[in-house]
């Protein structure tokens, strides 16, 4: 397998990587911010201390939704808080992405010349 092979490979991986990991975890943070708009729309006040009655189709959905509003269980289901933890890896993971993209097309070039 020729060098410019292998960082094409590793370049793959990186992104797919990437992918497969913080997509997944990111799903959730959709929820919580839907919740949000949802209680927001319903006029129902979800905090922290506690949750209002609100009534929809005469169901009460405050307690469902008060779940998400939970300091400890939103953060250790959201995966945002993780994200926000993991910021340098992101990072490093975009930096190293962007450097083998320049690498290949550099490779890419000499390939080219030396044919």
């Given at each position: 397998m020729s060098l410019l092979q292998r960082v094409t490979l590793a370049r793959k991986l990186i992104f797919w990587g990437t992918i497969v990991i913080f997509v997944p975890l990111s799903l959730?943070?959709?929820?919580?911010?839907?919740?949000?708009?949802?209680?927001?729309?319903?006029?129902?006040?979800?905090?922290?201390?506690?949750?209002?009655?609100?009534?929809?189709?005469?169901?009460?959905?405050?307690?469902?939704?008060?779940?998400?509003?939970?300091?400890?269980?939103?953060?250790?289901?959201?995966?945002?808080?993780?994200?926000?933890?993991?910021?340098?890896?992101?990072l490093a993971l975009l930096l190293t992405w962007g450097g083998l993209k320049v690498y290949e097309k550099r490779l890419s070039t000499v390939n080219k010349q030396r044919q």
């Open positions: 959730p943070v959709v929820g919580i911010v839907a919740v949000g708009v949802i209680s927001g729309l319903l006029d129902c006040g979800i905090t922290a201390a506690g949750p209002e009655e609100c009534y929809v189709l005469g169901l009460d959905l405050g307690n469902r939704l008060y779940f998400y509003a939970i300091p400890f269980v939103g953060s250790f289901l959201t995966p945002m808080a993780l994200f926000m933890g993991f910021w340098d890896v992101l």
